[in-house]
């Protein structure tokens, strides 16, 4: 079967600190993939190589078969890998609902003409586009802030808001940096209630995570980071018992 | 929603339209009347502008450039080559948009202070071009600009001309000619902003990373706009020589750039009615302030600090937020 991501010796160096040393995996398409580790592991370096915002030291990474090592994130976009972050990256300059929008970038045709003289195309399309961003928004639980400025929406909303702008692009692949960090119970419940219907959806996941229950219980496979290296790589079964897990990360 | 907002877009023009079309009740001599046509040519530059910095966040320290580029090729096309008025701004404005990409392309790679220093360069360059080629125009000097002319139908300050049996003086009619081209360009600009490419844009500065993973190519969306903020800098620039009748490398200065982005961050950056009130401020405090005309740099260079400092958000947005708050309090002490 091929990978949906393949990554192959990657490296990432900043100065003389190796964030990211030597990692190997792959995701198989469908998969929600978990990596964890203690903090400064290397989890985000990894998410920031795999969606091209970092260009690895060394190593290579394939999305589809395909080396993504001259591929800009807005290519890599096109090709159907989207993200969130661990800082989220919210436009606070725009309405909830136009950071869900933006999220269909590529999905809209942006003719300039049209745009000027607002033809009843673009209209049209904006309107499909809008209703598609509310439905969205109603799926991540979010449905109430529609025209609410970013800037007026407390932490846990634009958490799922992030994510609900990037299942707009339509990605076979989703990076979640950290989705449940700085929810309360009751919202993580209802964020792995959405994680497990993206990923029913057919979207492969890639998910960061440090809340052990959500991961352990939402996740096909799990890679685990240490000091920027892969420490165990299996089910969530195979990682709960790894003595070097144990050891240094779910014992500790 | 979408009806909602379409109307909300279109009270703002309403109400500009009022105000601009009204103000010749308050116009009294022709003066006041070139006074209000360069504003209104002047807040469309700076509308222009204003897409640049206020909604996609980048900055442009050398935007006089354009608009004296826009000014001198229409000075010179149609003073030297005989063109008329319309083809020379058309072709004058897809020039600029030419350069801008040209030049925008490497230095909208630069952020922040590098940035404003390589617009700045870009800036200074055209002024030092427009004053060393003094055979086409005039050096120092300047030169003089033909009449505005709708191909052979003539604009001037001097004539008169009669609009649905209304009688105007030449500057009666220029202002309602400039107004109605300001009214077009904040039509254009509002269409830009609320769209998918006016998205893009705006993502460029609320969060450019997001932006990227999303799909948008932000160099090609800052060049893009880099290009249309200039063009309506050429078209504004070509517009003010016609009027004005003379141009001096004064329109390309480095001050003149100080002026416009001053304009765009005292009125609002990303708020198209701010920054025309910005330009109407500014245009009209030098007249108030008569006495310090020698210390016009300086008084910019004042109002610039003390604005980013006490009210980083700009004049209307600023009011706006206070009327807002207080009418929120007078209806939480009604309960
Ligand atoms: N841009 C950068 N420049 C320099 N060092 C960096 C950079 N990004 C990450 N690092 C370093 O790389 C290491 C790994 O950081 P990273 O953010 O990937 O960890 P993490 O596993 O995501 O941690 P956390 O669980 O706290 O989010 C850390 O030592 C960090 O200081
Ligand atoms: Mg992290």
Redesign the interface.
């Given at each position: 079967m091929n990978a949906l991501i393949e990554v192959r010796g990657l490296d990432k160096a900043f100065g003389g600190v190796h964030a990211v040393e030597g990692v190997s995996f792959s995701v198989q398409a469908g998969q929600v993939y978990s990596v964890i580790g203690p903090n400064g592991a290397g989890k985000t370096t990894l998410f920031n190589l795999i969606?091209g915002?970092y260009t690895p030291t060394s190593g290579e990474i394939r999305l589809n078969g395909e080396s993504t090592a001259r591929l800009?994130?807005?290519q890599?976009?096109?090709r159907g890998?989207?993200?969130t972050?661990q800082q989220m990256?919210?436009?606070?300059?725009?309405t909830a609902i136009?950071n869900v929008?933006?999220?269909?970038?590529?999905k809209?045709?942006?003719n300039?003409f049209s745009?000027?003289?607002?033809l009843p195309s673009?209209l049209r399309?904006?309107?499909a586009?809008?209703q598609r961003a509310k439905e969205l928004m109603e799926f991540v639980g979010c449905g109430e802030y529609?025209?609410t400025d970013a800037s007026a929406m407390s932490y846990g909303a634009l958490k799922r808001l992030e994510i609900a702008?990037?299942l707009?692009?339509e990605p076979t692949l989703i990076l979640l940096d950290e989705p449940a960090a700085g929810l309360n119970a009751t919202e993580t419940a209802a964020l792995e209630v959405l994680i497990r219907k993206i990923a029913v959806q057919g979207t492969t996941v890639m998910l960061v995570e440090h809340d052990m229950k959500l991961v352990m219980g939402i996740s096909d496979h799990l890679l685990v980071l240490n000091y920027g290296r892969v420490l165990a790589d299996g089910t969530p079964a195979e990682i709960r018992q790894n003595p070097d897990v144990i050891a240094a990360y779910l014992g500790g | 929603?979408?009806n909602r907002?379409m109307q909300s877009r279109l009270r703002g023009l309403m109400v500009l339209a009022v105000i601009l079309f009204s103000l010749p009740v308050f116009l009294s001599n022709p003066f006041h009347y070139e006074l209000a046509t360069q504003m209104a040519i002047i807040a469309g530059t700076v509308v222009g502008l204003n897409l640049l910095v206020g909604?996609a966040g980048q900055i442009s320290l050398g935007h006089a450039g354009f608009f004296g580029l826009g000014a001198y090729f229409t000075g010179i096309m149609t003073g030297h080559y005989g063109w008329s008025a319309i083809p020379a701004l058309v072709v004058g404005a897809i020039l600029v948009g030419l350069i801008a990409w040209i030049v925008g392309r490497p230095i909208l790679r630069l952020k922040g202070h590098y940035l404003s220093m390589a617009t700045l360069a870009v800036g200074f360059i055209i002024a030092i071009i427009i004053n060393n080629e003094r055979q086409l125009t005039g050096g120092p000097d300047g030169m003089p600009v033909p009449v505005f002319d709708v191909f052979g139908w003539e604009l001037s300050p001097f004539g008169t001309y009669s609009l649905f049996g209304i009688e105007l003086n030449g500057s009666e009619a220029w202002y309602l000619f400039a107004a109605a081209v300001l009214l077009v360009a904040v039509w254009?600009a509002q269409?830009?902003i609320d769209?998918?490419?006016?998205?893009?844009l705006?993502?460029v500065?609320?969060?450019e990373?997001?932006?990227?993973?999303?799909?948008?190519?932000?160099a090609r969306y800052k060049s893009?706009v880099f290009v249309i903020s200039a063009v309506y800098a050429s078209v504004m620039g070509g517009l003010y020589a016609h009027f004005q009748g003379f141009i001096t490398p004064a329109v390309a200065s480095f001050d003149f750039s100080i002026v416009l982005i001053t304009m765009v961050v005292l009125g609002g950056m990303?708020s198209t009615m701010g920054v025309i009130l910005g330009a109407v401020v500014l245009k009209l405090l030098p007249q108030i302030l008569t006495h310090f005309q020698e210390m016009e740099a300086v008084m910019f260079g004042l109002i610039l600090m003390l604005t980013m400092i006490f009210m980083p958000k700009g004049l209307l947005p600023t009011l706006q937020m206070a009327v807002s708050k207080r009418l929120k309090r007078r209806a939480g002490g009604q309960q």
């Open positions: 969606s915002l800009e994130p807005n890599l976009a096109e890998l989207c993200r972050f990256q919210i436009c606070m300059n725009m136009e929008m933006l999220g269909r970038h590529l809209l045709k942006s300039l745009t000027l003289f607002r673009l399309d904006e309107q586009c809008r529609l025209d702008r990037a707009a692009a | 929603m979408l907002f909604f254009l269409n830009l769209s998918p490419i006016g998205r893009a705006r993502s500065h609320g969060s990373v997001a932006a990227r993973v999303v799909g948008v190519n932000t893009l990303g």
